[in-house]
């Protein structure tokens, strides 16, 4: 069993940056593949970003290629999306998800975990 919990989100203007974080308990953390999905208004939950549990191999939606960042410290548990350069577009529910593998995911198919979610609303 794994428990995910998000924070971060909130309302920022377009422009802005902004980091969420996922703590994550109950498996070695290191065990684990992150990744992030989400899920705007009216939308089909989409990829975002996932990283190896290592960190030394990430996948990156071409969307927010270039803008968002995927890191994890896994002294701490933690994954991190950093999101830079945000848009109305980017305005969704983001989800913390896990997977036991040994390389990064883009398909929410074996996704082991997810957690609540966290809001993200960019103004324009």
């Known amino acids: 069993q794994v428990q995910l919990v998000e924070s971060g989100g909130g309302l920022v203007q377009a422009g802005d940056s902004r980091r969420l974080s996922c703590a994550a308990s109950?498996?070695?953390?290191?065990?684990?593949?992150m990744g992030w999905f989400r899920q705007g208004p009216g939308k089909e939950r989409e990829f975002v970003a996932s990283i190896s549990g290592t960190g030394s191999s990430t996948y990156y939606a071409d969307s927010v290629k270039d803008r968002f960042t995927i890191s994890r410290d896994n002294i701490r548990n933690t994954v991190y999306l950093q999101m830079n350069s945000l848009k109305p577009e980017d305005t969704a529910v983001y989800f913390c998800?896990?997977?036991?593998?040994?390389?990064?995911?883009?398909?929410?198919?074996?996704?082991?975990?997810w957690g609540q979610g966290t809001l993200v609303t960019v103004s324009s």
């Open positions: 998800t896990s997977k036991s593998s040994s390389t990064p995911y883009i398909s929410a198919r074996g996704v082991d975990y």
């Open positions: 109950g498996r070695t953390f290191m065990n684990l593949a």
